[in-house]
């Protein structure tokens, strides 16, 4: 009864949170569904690789070709900042939805260039390239837009509602990719294994892109603020001590130094998370030959089983502080990435749908312990280095790892990734809490 009464209250809480939302706020959460239903973990990242399988390329060649638009989205993230400090944060969102579409939609259209002077991966990478300077520039704007459209602790269930909005969406887009292509497939008599029914559903997804940019275009150019106040119950088993994860850091060395420690212990554990999203498509796929519509069904589960994950996010940051709460997190990645060494395609599938279900915790603990200690004007530079830390563990994964696996095995890739986030965990321990000479600045009272 107890734990009923507090599900009850917290839900309670949290809607009482939601509903005082300003409208910039919801069109973003708008955005945020087209966006997860097309690109962030729905109809893109099943397909894509699928529709390179198809084009006839192997493993590393599909690594090199996801590694040139991740590098590319690596190296604009910190400019993106700027770009949104000179035309504004709506503005730089509008734009890279923008691009993302010309990038989404160059993808499958460009197919017809690689007949001419081109050569066949010249499309698929243009287009990477196009849309992952789109993602740049919306998700390097969009926490800091956040932060200026909501007030107090108000932005902690911003970011874990758009997790979530993110998690159903690309749910929905998942068991979309697996049956739009083999509608196309029944409809027009098209061979399953050829790549046109995936180019018609990558056609249709890019064209949605432009409602969400239209979304954002109505959104209020001056922000107004609504008062956020939440009224919270005392629970014995809540931690209520003042939490020095909530303390601005003044700018100096020991803001830098902490900044620089926790990127690269975020840069390790995220390969953890791009190995699995890279490549548990193509192993199902070339490595245990499950079919297309299974492959939609795994990754559909991951995003609904995230869904209560970013709903989650302020209850776990209160509930253990945000220190204890990334290394929480950690910890369950390397658990949870463990089926994907075993070649059985249901374990694998479990493994990723699993691992992907804690994504929007690990982003939402991750993304508010960065920002709560970081002073508002830095706040869009310091986005564009996470988002910066995040491209550039896929870049990473994405170049090295169809080399790995094709030098060993995909069982021994994903336990060479264990031991990665093992070794990321374990820093970030010891800088918080552990025998290493440095750890975090002291908790010092922002107003």
């Given amino acids: 009864m107890r734990i009923i009464n507090g599900i009850k209250n917290y839900t309670k809480s949290e809607w009482a949170v939601f509903k005082q939302f300003n409208r910039n706020i919801r069109l973003l959460l708008w955005t945020q569904a087209i966006m997860g239903f097309v690109v962030e973990g729905g109809i893109l990242p099943v397909l894509f690789n699928l529709y390179l399988l198809r084009l006839g390329f192997g493993p590393a060649a599909i690594g090199s070709i996801n590694s040139v638009g991740l590098i590319v989205f690596t190296l604009v993230c910190l400019p993106s900042g700027e770009v949104g400090k000179r035309i ?34 010249f499309a698929p990478t243009a287009g990477s390239v196009v849309l992952h300077i789109g993602l740049a520039l919306f998700f390097v704007n969009n926490p800091p837009y956040i932060m200026k459209n909501t007030m107090g602790d108000a932005h902690n269930s911003v970011f874990g509602v758009q997790s979530s909005i993110l998690a159903l969406a690309g749910f929905v887009g998942s068991l979309a ?16 294994d050829s790549p046109a029914p995936i180019r018609y559903t990558l056609i249709l997804g890019a064209c949605s892109l432009l409602i969400a940019a239209w979304m954002m275009r109505t959104a209020d150019a001056h922000v ?24 601005i850091i003044p700018l100096g060395r020991a803001f830098w130094v902490w900044l620089i420690i926790i990127s690269l212990c975020r840069y390790l554990i995220k390969m953890g998370v791009s190995a699995n999203s890279l490549f548990y498509n193509v192993y199902l796929d070339d490595g245990l030959g499950l079919s297309t519509t299974m492959i939609g069904n795994f990754s559909a589960l991951g995003h609904l089983l995230a869904i209560p994950g ?32 075993m070649p059985v395609w249901w374990l694998v599938g479990l493994g990723h749908g699993i691992t992907a279900a804690f994504g929007p915790l690990r982003f939402g603990v991750f993304t508010v312990y960065v920002l709560n200690r970081t002073p508002a004007e830095q706040q869009p530079f310091v986005s564009g280095l996470q988002e910066l830390i995040i491209g550039g563990a896929f870049a990473t994964m994405a170049v090295v790892g169809g080399y790995l696996i094709g030098w060993t095995s995909y069982s021994s890739f994903y336990w060479i ?21 440095i750890s975090p600045p002291p908790s010092k009272s922002s107003a």
């Fill in 417 to 437: 990734t264990i031991g990665i986030v093992a070794f990321g965990s374990l820093l970030l321990w010891g800088y918080l809490y552990g025998p290493l000479p």
């Fill in 310 to 341: 970013g709903l989650l996010v302020p209850f776990v940051l209160k509930r253990f502080g945000a220190k204890n709460a990334m290394l929480l997190v950690s910890g369950i990645l390397i658990l949870t990435l463990i089926p994907m060494t």
């Fill in 177 to 192: 990719a697996g049956f739009i292509p083999i509608l196309f497939v029944t409809t027009f008599g098209l061979s399953e």
């Fill in 224 to 247: 107004s603020l609504r008062e956020q106040a939440i009224t919270e119950e005392n629970d014995p088993d809540v931690n209520t001590e003042p939490d020095e994860d909530h303390s």
């Fill in 88 to 121: 504004g944060l709506r503005h730089a969102i509008m734009l890279g939805l923008f691009l993302m579409f010309v990038g989404f939609l160059f993808i499958p259209l460009g197919e017809v260039l690689t007949s001419g002077s081109f050569g066949p991966a």
